[in-house]
């Protein structure tokens, strides 16, 4: 008897020594893990019947108690062994929406459901005691210790039927009745916590979540719906209004362009016109820097288009209706690159400028040609794009203020992308002589224009993929461009 028990407990010492060192070889639980943990119970299975131990059958109380004890341990290691295998079948095949860790909270219940179905078994085929007078026992004890801990059950069992339906996973946004709005964090067994927009963390039980009227932001898509709404003065017509909107939105690059974004008259009275805005975004997180935009292109729209807001005084037109050099100076303090312009500079400009009126789908400066002039839009919408067909990459979209053709009057260089109207257009050009006259008065202008060039530069080289030569250019090297081109 000694010998055979030393044999049996050197075959398992060796299997047991095999399966702790695969463990350290691949520690981290997933496919691999399960594929050593099903060769070490296959392994030990039939070791058990090569050694005449069925661990499904009950020990027989006749044999010597050094035998039971041995045989009873390892049919406990082949049970809970099994339940092992099982458990992390649940771990890596019940995953099929990739979820996150933090939201298995039904795959731990199977995973104690297959444990504790070991542990009947064991109790079973391993002490011979009957399982059914065990459970009904464990059945009162459930009955009292759930009467006790009442509130935290209410809580598990809500956390269970909030997985089973599926009404918010990890990651998803969501807003409660009660106005919490956040990012699904986390789902236990007691609560689900969230993260809201000024990064705090909530949290909220399983039980009033499941009571909570539930909107979920995410589903079916991670897109987002969002509106605005303007008030226009009643001084003209609704339609001039909606046009005008319409640009709005088609100047816009945070909104999605499926579906479309749309334009209602909401509302009239004596005094005002009311108009929504309705658009989506790429998700939740965009919505507050669309809004930021499309307020911008309301600005500048409106005002290229003399359409005065509603707290605006009913009086004078301020943008296309004044004269000329007034309009297009207006125009030039909405650009960025003429910021540092003095007011007899800037009168100088508009007092230069020439108006051109082109159709929709007109080409305004073409890829690889080198402009003469500079180019402000005044009215409409335009696109910078390159590419052909379906392959085209969009560069930005123009709209009133915005300048184009700075590359050729001031680089001497050519176009990168195609320009070209989505709207009809308006723009004011103004000559590169003009431009040369204004830096020999003052050169240290081109410091600035440098600055914003470099900014755009970069922008578009990033998305064109351009040649690293191009893309290492700074800001003093694109100085001394514009002061070489203009023999400064």
């Known amino acids: 008897m000694p010998s055979v028990l030393t044999d049996l407990w050197i075959q398992f010492a060796i299997l047991f020594g095999a399966r702790a060192a695969a463990h350290i070889v691949s520690p981290a639980p997933g496919t ?11 392994a030990l299975t039939a070791l058990l019947l090569w050694n005449g131990i069925p661990p499904y059958s009950v020990e027989d109380l006749g044999s010597a108690v050094t035998l039971r004890f041995v045989h009873g341990s390892l049919k406990t290691i082949w049970w809970l062994a ?32 297959i444990y504790v179905s070991a542990a009947l078994c064991i109790i079973a085929y391993v002490f011979s005691l009957p399982v059914g007078t065990i459970i009904a026992t464990s059945g009162v004890f459930a009955i009292v210790l759930g009467l006790a801990l009442q509130s935290t ?10 997985n089973l339906n599926r009404l ?40 009033i979540l499941a009571k909570s009227r539930i909107t979920n932001l995410s589903v079916p898509d991670i897109s987002h719906g969002a509106s605005l709404t303007v008030k226009m003065q009643a001084s003209v017509p609704p339609k001039a209004i909606e046009d005008t909107m319409h640009q709005v939105l088609l100047g816009s690059r ?12 909401t509302g009239m009275s004596r005094d005002c016109i009311e ?26 729209h409106t005002f290229a288009a003399s359409l005065p807001l509603a707290s605006d005084p009913p009086a004078e037109k301020t943008a296309a209706g004044a004269g000329k050099p007034d309009f297009v100076k207006s125009l030039i303090s909405l650009a960025p690159i003429f910021a540092n312009l003095t007011n007899d500079e800037a009168n100088a400009l508009a007092s230069s400028a020439e108006r051109v009126v082109m159709k929709q789908g007109a080409v305004i400066a073409r890829k690889d040609s080198t402009t003469s002039a500079l ?42 992308a195609d320009t070209i109207c989505l709207t009809d257009v308006t723009l004011y050009q103004i000559s590169k002589g003009k431009i040369a006259e204004i830096l020999r008065e003052r050169p ?42 203009f023999h400064l």
């Open 275 to 300: 108009v929504e805005l309705s658009f989506r975004v790429p998700t939740l997180l965009s919505v507050a820097k669309a809004r930021n935009e499309i307020f911008d292109l309301i600005y500048r």
């Open 82 to 113: 099994g339940a092992m295998v099982l458990a992390n079948c649940a771990r890596v095949f019940l995953i099929l929406e990739h979820k996150p860790r933090e939201g298995r909270l039904l795959q731990d219940l199977v995973v104690a459901i």
């Open 375 to 416: 180019m402000m839009l005044a009215r409409g919408v335009a696109i910078v794009e390159d590419g052909v067909d379906d392959g085209r990459i969009e560069f930005a979209r123009l709209s009133p203020g915005d300048v184009l053709g700075e590359r050729g009057v001031l680089l001497g260089s050519k176009e990168v």
């Open 153 to 162: 059950l209410n809580d598990v069992f809500s956390g269970i039927a909030l």
């Open 444 to 485: 240290a202008i081109a410091e600035d224009l440098a600055a914003l060039l470099l900014t755009r530069t970069k922008a578009e080289d990033a998305l064109h993929q351009a040649c690293s030569d191009r893309a290492s250019t700074t800001a003093p090297d694109l100085r001394m461009r514009i002061l070489r081109l």
């Open 32 to 42: 691999r893990r399960l594929i050593i943990d099903c060769v070490f119970f296959l």
């Open 168 to 207: 918010l996973s990890v990651g998803d946004w969501v807003v409660l009745d009660d106005d919490v709005q956040g990012k699904v964090v986390e789902t236990n067994w007691r609560s689900t916590q969230f993260l809201n927009k000024t990064g705090d963390l909530v949290v909220v039980p399983n039980s």
């Open 254 to 265: 945070e909104i999605l362009r499926s579906p479309s974004p749309s334009v209602s008259i």
